[in-house]
């Protein structure tokens, strides 16, 4: 049982900085506009509304898909640390359903998405994570949700504004991860329909959908050549790595020392960074 009242070790405060400033790092948005110097996220407010749409079904399926994914083969033994892989076979994906615009997206996403989910599954492992948990399969699926930045668009999530911040986010999505993971200890795989699901991918993909417009709308500008296309989709990639690394060693801390202790160091540290 972790104690509370024990503080951090020199080593684990130094990864808990480290994890900071992973989960506080520039955004998606500004690492895309220092790439094609224009910015995404003013670009993102003015897209068309059958667009959006379009974004957030593809958004969506590619998180329904990953779940699936999540709790049936993240389980596996098998699994290997393979992500500079992972991160090769997303980015030419990516880069392949680039060409096609917004036509190649219901296609490429979801396969980026589960390619992405492997190697965020790796990150996990390597943190010391029982893969074979749902409620870790279910905290991988959470490192979509921690990549949509709020401030770069002005959407909005059903029934409330976008949440800010790295535990705004888990606070947001705890009770639906929570249900599905006793769900899935229950039940299994059946009835992936059941609400607390549904209420779980919508939570996600709402968030996740953000970032991925700002990726659509950098492959959209006209002066986007192939460099600078797959230059693109390998920061959509290594984004959502560097988010999985900061939020499994937040994790791992939680475990040794306790969530409230944890947090508290996580906010007097990040004041001080």
């Known amino acids: 049982m972790p104690t509370e009242a024990v503080p951090l070790s020199p080593t684990d405060e130094a990864s808990l900085r480290r994890a900071i400033d992973e989960l506080k790092r520039s955004s998606l948005a500004m690492r895309l506009t220092s790439l094609i110097g224009r910015q995404i ?12 749409e379009v974004v957030n079904k593809a ?16 389980s596996s033994a098998r699994v290997r640390d393979r992500r500079r892989l992972h991160k090769s076979l997303a980015t030419m994906a990516g880069a392949a359903g680039g060409a096609f615009g917004l036509a190649g997206l219901p296609v490429e996403l979801p396969f980026t998405t589960t390619v992405m989910l492997r190697s965020i599954a790796d990150v996990a492992r390597s943190e010391g ?12 699926l959470e490192v979509f949700a921690l990549g949509g930045d709020a401030g770069s668009s ?8 976008l949440e800010t911040g790295y535990f705004a986010v888990r606070v947001m999505l705890a009770r639906s991860v929570s249900e599905s993971a006793r769900h899935f200890l229950d039940r299994g795989l059946t009835e992936q329909a059941a609400p607390m699901l549904v209420r779980l991918i919508a939570q996600i993909s ?18 986007i050549g192939a460099a600078s296309g797959a230059a693109i989709n390998y920061a959509f990639v ?23 202790l944890v947090r508290a160091e996580y906010n007097r540290l990040a004041r001080e960074m």
């Not at 958004?59 to 993240?74: C, D, K, P, W, Y």
């Not at 029982?130 to 905290?139: G, K, N, Q």
């Not at 002005?154 to 504004?161: C, T, Y």
């Open 154 to 161: 002005r959407r909005e999530e059903r029934g409330g504004a």
């Open 206 to 223: 709402t968030r996740f959908g953000v970032v991925v417009s700002q990726k659509l709308a950098a492959q959209s500008v006209p002066i």
């Open 238 to 260: 290594d984004h959502f790595q560097t988010l999985a690394r900061g939020h499994f060693t937040v994790r791992r801390l939680e475990r040794i020392y306790g969530a409230s």
């Open 129 to 140: 994570e029982d893969l074979t948990d749902p409620d870790v399969a279910l905290a991988c």
């Open 59 to 74: 958004a969506e399926t590619a998180i329904h898909t990953a779940m699936g994914l999540a709790l049936r083969s993240l």
């Open 41 to 52: 996220g003013l670009i993102g407010l003015v897209v068309p509304a059958p667009v959006a």
